[in-house]
């Protein structure tokens, strides 16, 4: 069998809040492979028997697929096979993985790891709604650890690996590292493979030590790469922001040395071969390390990271780039890329710290430090692009940061120098921070100038930059158009601070960037970047936290106005984003991709709800809406700003699809607050419906599908959520109105939480009931979950038919009833297709009271 390509798809609604803390757990880099110690179980199948494998469920035997595999050819229940030793504790267990069928939908196939018996283990779970997930099994009960996006195809050979080390799990799919979690079940175990109504091949299984501690040491295979004596302290998220992380080029993203081998490196001469050698790898820099200088050449698919806060290059720099040829005007096919340069020092470089050329692509420069030299910090230039420059401190340095190196290079360069500066420290720099030509749109953003000698930023030769959320204290030119011979570029600044400095000088317009990106108030730069800029500061809460969902690199029309940026969330504790319905069918995200909006008046905002391009909406402050429904088209994201963002009518959304609506409150409505028909993939979260309004706070019907009902609160309403409008509309409705409710606060809310006529499955979990008349009544043959729920002062909690509807099916489990009636329940209902952990529901009061409605996230 021969594994396929996989690209790593980013997690949507993931994004993490600040305050990870360096650790000093030894783990692999973000993305990259690990450095084998020793290898404990190798079994091609290539002997004609499974020795040492015991199997439990399924059909297994020895099989030939090109060559011999471990085949299960079983569909119709579980079937695992366990190998290796229970005392095994930090390893990387793999193998290849071919689904040959699966009997259904939401199947899996599956790699194992720490397993203790054949109900309790970790394991990397392929399934066929094109998803990996990496679970725990404790006693025949599943949890899920994380989940992420991947094309899943019967008759494709798959590479899976499951790193467990410490309580740091993580797992990739050929090569991509696409999961990872924190968990502290299972200590140690063996490894193994496993199908879930699906049958499967298996080959190449292989468990390698990660570290010590294992008792077991056979001799390692030739196949495996060199082990390293030490490896990179932990750096925090290995995602690439900004423009490195955007798709184009040929490359999405930038991930550096991910799916090579880890080496580690303490001599010029190991770090020169490393660094120029073919193919990816991650190079972990020993100590500070005397390079013979000037300039040492990088190749493509590299990460180089120092290990700890001392570790680095003195004498030499690195070139990251071809050789200069002036006659090349456009991107060369082997122009270097993909390159991660992290957490280094450098001292006393002969030419450049670090210099970018010729088309070079997709290199993320983070996290280090540089004092002074003979030239430049970090150079960009020569048709460069899609490079960011993120939380580095700058000491000292006289010219700092040059993007694009010549007035006459405009054949290389105009259309490209694509790049972000954000929260690096320039500390008594004197020019150069940066010094632009021809670049655009070049973001200089969250930036801390201090005693800045000369200038900070200079837009030249028709270069664009955006300038925003800075801090300058002591500079008394922090930027401006021109500089020296060059002629003058465009420069738009918003929302800088300025202490003991000069005003700048800003003109012309620049386009908004493509990317997402989390703005901090430029009052707050300065504390942040002093305190996670530079060497040893990775993971420290202002580091980098997440990946922020990188766009393809669309071109937004120029404009003289500054949109304003398009910022993630951060969801309260106990929150994990969107889970349920909305993540199926494709999943949910709104407008992403598409351009940010500001609206402060409700004509704005109905003019932008009915554009038809995708749009990422902010809505700010208390609007007058001009209809009492007003249209909402598809590929729209709706946030309100802060917790002021107050609607007096009712959002329509009709015949639409991905549409995500947050963080808004509705006060006053004249029909529904929100009404959802005929429409799909939806997510209404963290909204507030203070009533009474006219009719229904929210409201889905007419075959709607694929909807997340999360974290809103709804108070002193009657008709709160209706789910199918009419009894006889089941042509429209059977088969559709699946919608998930969950961790929703009804607070003296009357009735339908929801209402459900013809749904199923409709999953309502983890929400918080006080004061109602009924809680969820399921009617009409609706199949109705309701899970682990906190009812007080309900009169009927859950209810099998209402008023003049036939009955549903309603299965109630693990709820909490205080002061309230008998639940009622009835038949059974189809089982819940994605992933999901509810709380205990004795918890759910204080969960949902601390974190549902509108303010309780920042978007």
């Known amino acids: 069998m021969h594994p396929t390509t996989t690209r790593r798809v980013p997690r949507r609604g993931l994004l993490a809040a600040l305050g990870a803390v360096l650790g000093v757990v030894v783990l692999i880099l973000g993305m990259g492979s690990i450095a084998y110690a020793d290898t404990l179980f190798t079994d091609d ?20 697929d090109g060559d011999r595999v471990y085949r299960q050819s079983g569909t119709s229940s579980d079937a695992r096979s366990l190998a290796g030793n229970a005392a095994w504790t930090n390893y990387s267990a793999q193998a290849v993985v071919k689904p040959t069928a699966f009997n259904g939908t939401n199947r899996f196939v599956a790699l194992l790891a720490r397993a203790q018996n054949n109900t309790s283990y970790y394991y990397l779970a392929l399934r066929s709604n094109n998803t990996v997930e990496l679970k725990k099994l404790v006693g025949g009960s599943s949890t899920t650890l994380d989940t992420a996006s991947v ?23 050929n090569g991509a590292a696409l999961v990872d979690a924190t968990d502290s079940q299972f200590s140690s175990g063996r490894i193994g493979v496993a199908t879930f109504n699906a049958s499967a091949d298996f080959d190449d299984v292989r468990a ?30 290995n995602v690439a922001d900004g423009w490195a992380g955007v798709n184009a080029w040929g490359q999405n993203g930038t991930t550096g040395g991910a799916g090579g081998p880890t080496v580690t490196v303490d001599t010029a001469a190991e770090f020169i071969a490393e660094a120029a050698a073919a193919g990816p790898r991650i190079i972990g820099v020993q100590g500070l390390i005397a390079l013979p200088g000037p300039m040492h050449d990088v190749t493509s698919d590299k990460t180089i990271v120092g290990i700890g806060a001392g570790s680095g290059f003195t004498g030499g720099g690195l070139n990251i780039g071809l050789p200069i040829d002036n006659a090349i005007t456009a991107p060369p096919a082997n122009a270097v890329n993909n390159v991660i340069v992290r957490n280094l020092n450098f001292r006393n470089w002969a030419d450049d710290a670090i210099n970018v050329q010729m088309f070079s692509h997709h290199i993320w420069i983070d996290h280090n430090t540089w004092t002074t030299g003979s030239d430049g910090g970090v150079d960009i230039k020569r048709g460069s692009s899609y490079v960011t420059v993120s939380y580095n401190h700058a000491d000292g340095t006289d010219k700092n940061m040059l993007l694009g190196h010549d007035d006459n290079n405009a054949a290389q360069d105009v259309g490209r120098l694509k790049v972000s500066y954000h929260h690096n ?84 317009s620049v386009p908004a960037v493509p990317y997402a990106y989390t703005l901090l108030p430029c009052a707050q730069v300065k504390a942040a970047v002093t305190a996670a800029a530079g060497t040893g500061k990775v993971g420290l809460p202002g580091g980098p936290t997440g990946n922020p969902s990188p766009s393809t690199s669309v071109s937004p029309s120029p404009s003289s106005a500054s949109p304003t940026p398009s910022t ?44 038809s391009s995708p749009l990422i909406i902010r809505v700010q402050g208390s609007v007058t809406m001009p209809d009492k429904m007003n249209d909402v088209r598809s590929n729209k ?14 959002l329509n959304v009709s015949s639409a699809t991905n549409v995500i609506i947050r963080n808004l409150t509705f006060r006053g409505w004249d029909d529904d607050a929100i009404n959802v028909q005929q429409s799909r993939n939806v997510w209404l979260d963290h909204n507030t419906f203070d009533g009474p309004g006219y009719d229904g706070a929210l409201d889905i019907k007419r075959g709607s599908d694929f909807v997340t009902v999360s974290w809103n609160r709804a108070s002193n309403h009657v008709k ?16 559709h109105l699946r919608v998930t409710y969950h961790h929703n606060w009804f607070d003296n809310t009357g ?101 549902a409605g509108a303010g309780r996230i920042n978007p």
Request: glycine share 16%; with cysteine; charged share 15%.
């Open 45 to 64: 199948f290539e002997d004609g028997n499974a020795t040492g494998w015991t199997a439990s469920g399924g059909s297994w035997a020895i099989a030939t």
């Open 151 to 173: 094309g899943v195809s019967v008759g494709t050979a798959y590479t899976l690996r499951l790193d467990v080390s410490g309580t740091s799990l993580r797992g990739y799919v």
């Open 208 to 237: 390698d030590t990660i570290g010590g501690g294992n008792p077991s040491s056979p001799t390692p295979s030739s196949a495996s790469p060199s082990p390293s004596s030490s490896e990179p302290t932990d750096p925090g998220s």
């Open 425 to 508: 420290w320039f500390d008594a720099t004197r020019q150069r921070n940066p010094r632009v030509r021809f670049g655009d749109q070049v973001h200089v953003y969250n930036n801390y100038y201090n005693d800045t000698g000369d200038y900070g930023i200079a837009s030249a030769e028709d270069a664009g930059v955006i300038v925003e959320g800075n801090s300058f204290e002591n500079v008394d030119d922090p930027y401006h158009l021109g500089e020296a011979s060059s002629g003058p570029g465009r420069l738009v600044a918003r929302d800088n601070c300025f202490v003991n400095s000069g005003a700048g000088q800003a003109g012309g």
């Open 568 to 611: 993630s969330t951060t969801p309260p504790v106990g929150d994990p984003g969107l889970v349920g319905w909305a993540t199926q069918n494709g999943g949910t995200t709104g407008g992403a991709g598409g351009q940010t909006v500001t609206v402060t008046d409700g004509q704005a905002l109905a003019d932008a709800l009915e554009s």
């Open 637 to 650: 994201t709706v946030l309100g700003v802060g917790s002021t963002a107050v609607l007096d009518n009712g």
């Open 720 to 735: 709160t959520m209706l789910l199918g409008h009419d009894d006889g509309n089941a042509s429209q409705d059977v088969g």
């Open 751 to 851: 009735e339908r939480h929801p209402r459900v006529r013809f749904g199923d499955p409709v999953h309502v979990y983890n929400n918080y009931y006080n004061g109602s008349d009924y809680g969820v009544a399921s009617t009409m043959g609706a199949g109705v979950l309701v899970e682990g729920n906190y009812f007080e002062n309900v009169t009927r909690p859950t209810a099998v038919g209402y008023a003049e509807s036939d009955p549903g099916d309603l299965v109630q489990r693990n709820n909490v009833f205080v002061n309230s009636g008998a639940p009622e329940s009835a038949g059974d209902v189809a089982p819940i297709p994605y992933a999901y952990q509810p709380d205990n529901a004795a918890d759910v009061k204080s969960l949902v009271t601390a974190g």
